[in-house]
Each structure stands twice: as structure tokens, then as C-alpha cells.
């Protein structure tokens, strides 16, 4: 591979699925498309998953707002985020749309 594409990611088979996502998280993702990166909410979500890290076999949860609402949407991840977030499910019997709202949550604040 040539050295100017590090950034970019292998082919990867990219899989849709129906998640609930609070619409604060993914308010602040849509935002961070239209006026910063020149990406998809899509593919922040994947970024968002590749980044969450359990540390030590601990899962800090958060407290979903009182007067959050969550919104199924569809989105797609690369098939290896998608496995990444079976094997969490199963580890410590969270479910995806946790995982997945947690992960998001987490990278926002870390920026």
C-alpha cells in the first residue's frame, strides 16, 4: 500500500442494522458532519465503536437523560465493529444499543 493512504480503512464489507440512538448523541454527530468533517454519521459511528475501550473488565455506564428520547435508525458499520460489539454483548451482557450509545457518548467527551 502506498504510504499517503494510511488513513484509509482495508475494504471491509459494510453491514445495516436498526439501532435506537439518543437523539442528543446523534444530534451532535449530525452537527459534526454538516460544519467540521468532511465524513458520514455513519462513519463516526464506526470511528465511535473502534475507539470504546473496556479497561480492566470495567463498563462505566451513564445515565440516559431523564427527558431523553431514542430514535431507531438505521445505520452501517463495518463488519468487524459489528463483531467487536457481539463479543462486548456477550462479555458483559450489555445490549447494542448500549454499546453503541456508549461509545458515542464516551468519544464525544473525549474531544
Known amino acids: 500500500m502506498q504510504k ?7 475494504k471491509e464489507n459494510w453491514i445495516n442494522r436498526n439501532v435506537e440512538i439518543e ?8 452537527s459534526i458532519v454538516d460544519n467540521e468533517l468532511d465524513t458520514s454519521i455513519n462513519k463516526l459511528i464506526d470511528a465511535c465503536v473502534e475507539n470504546f475501550k ?17 430514535i431507531a ?3 452501517r458499520l463495518r463488519e468487524s465493529m459489528w463483531t467487536k460489539l457481539d463479543k462486548l454483548k456477550k462479555d458483559y ?3 447494542l444499543y448500549k454499546l453503541i450509545n456508549m461509545s458515542i457518548k ?3 467527551e473525549d474531544n
Do not use: A, C, H, Q
Open 73 to 75: 435508525r438505521s445505520i
Open 106 to 108: 464516551y468519544t464525544l
Open 4 to 10: 499517503g493512504f494510511y488513513r484509509f480503512y482495508k
Open 23 to 30: 437523539d442528543t448523541l446523534y444530534t451532535e454527530l449530525k
Open 54 to 70: 473496556v479497561e480492566n473488565d470495567t463498563v462505566i455506564y451513564y445515565k440516559k437523560p431523564k427527558n431523553e428520547i431514542t
Open 93 to 95: 451482557d450489555i445490549s
